[in-house]
């Protein structure tokens, strides 16, 4: 099956600095997410990505859809203690209408004030 | 808009007991909802895809008789955890698709003693 591979597993950082993230994938997908975890909650989308090469931002949120389709990188600039979380990658496959997700295992961010 | 609620958030129960989870998408119809199943520090594992109106698609490994999913109607999804266990304690996380999007609901922590 489909795997994502998500990179770092974890980190931490101080306040102010930027961060990045990024996944990478056995297959291509037609559209990349990121996700945002607050514990004991669901996830919230961050971004959505539908084309090669897009590049979008979501105020200090930057991701990028890999030309390949086969990856995808999350930027933070300038945290703040409310970044905090475990942040998911998804790749979603439209084929045959599923618009199923496959998540990347995470990364759990910490950031010291 | 697209907001979709779970209930219970939490609920404690006993082996061998039977466990219903709901899922309602409360300002859109959804015709598909997804429920995952997340374990402490792991990512999102796809359970199954619940289609209105018809049987839910399980995934490989997902045993069809111990989770039972009914999606009667176009706002309402159900899960039912037959004959609970303690390996069967986790976070159980709906989604319901719309303008093909995936929006999550704050996700079910069942724990089975």
């Known amino acids: 099956g489909q795997q994502l591979n998500q990179s770092p597993q974890s980190m931490f950082i101080q306040e102010g600095e930027d961060v990045s993230m990024n996944c990478t994938s056995s297959?291509?997908?037609?559209?990349w997410l990121w996700y945002k975890q607050d514990p004991g909650e669901g996830p919230v989308l961050l971004i959505a990505?539908?084309?090669?090469?897009e590049l979008t931002s979501n105020g200090r949120l930057t991701a990028q859809f890999g030309i390949t389709r086969k990856d995808s990188f999350l930027n933070i600039s300038a945290s703040i203690p409310s970044d905090v979380g475990i942040y998911f990658c998804?790749?979603?496959?439209?084929?045959?209408?599923?618009?199923?997700?496959?998540f990347g295992k995470g990364t759990k961010l910490s950031v010291i004030p | 808009g697209a907001v979709v609620s779970q209930h219970p958030s939490r609920v404690i129960c006993k082996s061998g007991t039977s466990v219903k989870i709901e899922c309602r998408s409360l300002?859109?119809?959804?015709?598909?909802m997804f429920w995952y199943r997340q374990f402490p520090k792991q990512s999102l594992m796809l359970m199954a895809t619940?289609?209105?109106?018809?049987?839910?698609?399980?995934e490989q490994g997902v045993e069809k008789d111990k989770f039972l999913i009914n999606h009667a109607s176009l706002t309402l999804s159900t899960l039912t955890v037959t004959s609970a266990h303690p390996e069967d304690s986790s976070f159980y996380i709906c989604?319901?698709?719309?303008?093909?999007?995936?929006?999550f609901g704050p996700g079910t922590r069942l724990t089975v003693l």
């Open positions: 989604s319901a698709k719309a303008y093909n999007e995936q929006f």
């Open positions: 990505l539908y084309k090669a090469g």
């Open positions: 998804a790749g979603q496959d439209s084929g045959a209408g599923s618009y199923q997700l496959t």
């Open positions: 300002d859109f119809q959804a015709t598909t």
């Open positions: 297959s291509i997908f037609n559209t």
């Open positions: 619940s289609n209105e109106g018809s049987k839910a698609t399980y």
